[in-house]
């Protein structure tokens, strides 16, 4: 059978911010001229005096070495931040809807994506968004540390006229989603302090201030402050002393925001999983549960999802009930998986009693050998969130008459050992898909792809899908009939701000979003 191509990177754990130094913005003039040039006004913004509990400014972190180009830093504060200076050829909105903005059409046929830039958008010192700087931009984007994976399929980037033609190595209807990617002048793609285009420009000191020019401008502060820090601990520790009021969580954060803080909430396509060994060693067990499809499509109508999200992920995470994020417009009511246990005792007696399987005296059910099933579930305890989750559907299947032994691993490394080597029955894990929903990750290497059964019908139903995006519905039909691996939740993105702040609204592309609600509110 034909194997996909892998694009996506497994991501079961994240890296912290990176970068470190000191480097000031310039003003929005030096930008305009020199942009090229990293090294510009130095010292502290005077920032308005405030607390945690009444903030009267918008005030950000920042790290002046890693400047403010996501192609040439892998900072997850430079991403953070780019979002307010640069526009991108397409956002995705709160609820993970395709919003174009410098382009005005991207259009997938087979290889070939035509990007159609809009006219009239132009930087912030007057000079026009052409096609050359889109095209140099996802040139940049395929080098970068921060974007070259979810651009790995991409053969070719033309230029001509006011259409960026792209070529890829295989079909990808849902390419438009990878274009959340900012759009900088061709000539500035490898500079620190690149031009802007989007709502804020670089101002005196260390601020960005509002660009009157950003064709999409919005109503939002008329300064936004920036204070140094070097580390991801120090923005934290900044925060908690009112040096700043608002920051990014990393991906690994599991603490709350603390008192006089409030966490706001963002979709993510990070789908956290239940990965099912359908495939063990000759001396291992052979369970009907694990190595059928009915078995697998079973334990996952046992698990209630949306106890999960409520309970072991509070509101960091909402469920899963395919193989492709529900909130996407091409899957609209196409999934077969319900967020919650869709089969009753009865139902779950039989459908058991089907696959061999009879109760034992303490209720438990057993095999043909009267051996007790005992499902072994792999989970790494130093995620606490995952930990619960691996509490709740031991309960959630005991309570259908089947036994679960939690495995429990301190070590990351010992954990993912085990997984690589196929040392489990069940286990909980979590991937990074990218926007254009490849599932490469478990299908094509990785330890994501441990254990599971290659389906004809199920490659042919992706390839379809890749091929055009409006088969979506056949592949979640497929995905139900094979489960592979069974969705659990998908976890959600963090901003933590301080409690005087709100109306901001963030998603997936831009933490910042929109800023038009934004308010500073008194202390009471």
């Known amino acids: 059978m034909a194997r996909f191509r892998r694009i996506a990177a497994l991501a079961l754990c994240f890296a912290l911010l990176a970068g470190c130094g000191r480097q000031a913005a310039s003003s929005a003039s030096q930008a305009a001229s020199s942009t090229s040039s990293a090294s510009a006004a130095s010292g502290a913004a005077s920032v308005p005096g405030q607390s945690a509990g009444a903030p009267t400014a918008l005030v950000l972190g920042y790290t002046p070495s890693a400047g403010f180009n996501p192609y040439t830093s892998s900072s997850n504060l430079v991403e ?11 956002e995705l909105s709160p609820e993970l809807s395709l ?3 410098l382009a005005d059409s991207i259009v997938s046929a087979g290889e070939t994506v035509t990007i159609h830039i809009r006219s009239g958008c132009t930087f912030a010192d007057g000079t026009p968004v052409t096609a050359q700087d889109a095209a140099a931009s996802l040139e940049a984007a395929r080098v970068s540390e921060r974007y070259a994976a979810r651009f790995a399929g991409v053969t070719e980037v033309k230029a001509e006229g006011d259409t960026v033609t792209v ?7 849902m390419f438009a989603y990878l274009c959340d990617i900012p759009v900088l002048k061709a000539a500035e793609t490898g500079a620190a302090q ?17 660009n009157n020019s950003c064709a999409f401008a919005e109503n939002g502060p008329e300064v936004i402050y920036l204070t140094e820090v070097s580390s991801y601990e120090e923005m934290v520790s900044g925060f908690a002393v009112g040096s700043l009021n608002l920051y990014t969580a990393s991906d690994s954060a599991q603490t709350s925001a603390g008192f006089s803080s409030v966490s706001d909430y963002y979709k993510t396509n990070n789908l956290v999983f239940l990965g099912v060994n359908a495939t063990p060693p000759e001396s291992g067990t052979k369970s009907p549960l694990l190595t059928t499809p009915g078995g697998r499509g079973l334990l996952s109508q046992l698990i209630d999802r949306t106890q999960i999200a409520q ?6 995470a909402y469920p899963a009930t395919g193989c492709i994020n529900d909130h996407y417009d091409c899957v609209a009511d196409s999934h077969v998986i319900q967020s919650t246990a869709e089969v009753n005792a009865e139902q779950a007696a039989a459908d058991l009693a089907a696959l061999g399987y009879t109760l034992d005296a303490a209720g438990y059910y057993q095999d043909a050998d009267g051996q007790r099933v005992n499902l072994r579930l792999l989970v790494y305890s130093g995620n606490t969130y995952k930990r619960y989750a691996a509490s709740l559907i031991k309960d959630q299947l005991a309570a259908a008459g089947l036994y679960v032994t939690v495995e429990e691993a301190s070590d990351f490394d010992v954990y993912s050992q085990k997984v690589a080597s196929g040392d489990f029955d069940l286990y909980i894990g979590e991937v990074k898909l990218y926007n254009n929903m490849d599932m490469s990750p478990f299908f094509e290497g990785g330890q994501a792809s441990v254990g599971i059964v290659q389906s004809e019908a199920l490659a042919a139903a992706y390839t379809a899908f890749k091929a055009d995006q409006n088969t979506a519905g056949a592949l979640e039909t497929a995905f139900a009939a094979e489960m592979p691996f069974v969705p659990l939740v998908w976890r959600n993105g963090t901003v933590v701000h301080s409690s005087g702040i709100s109306g901001l609204s963030c998603s997936i592309s831009n933490v910042f979003y ?5 308010r500073f509110d008194a202390a009471e």
Do not use: H, I, M, W
């Open 514 to 518: 929109s800023l038009e609600g934004l």
């Open 311 to 316: 309970k072991s992920y509070y509101a960091r």
């Open 167 to 173: 070529t890829l190595a295989s079909p990808d209807s």
């Open 99 to 101: 919003e174009y903005r």
């Open 194 to 210: 690149p031009t802007p285009n989007g709502r804020y420009t670089y101002g005196d000191s260390g601020s960005l201030v509002r």
């Open 80 to 90: 953070q931040n780019a979002g307010l200076l640069f526009e991108c050829l397409v």
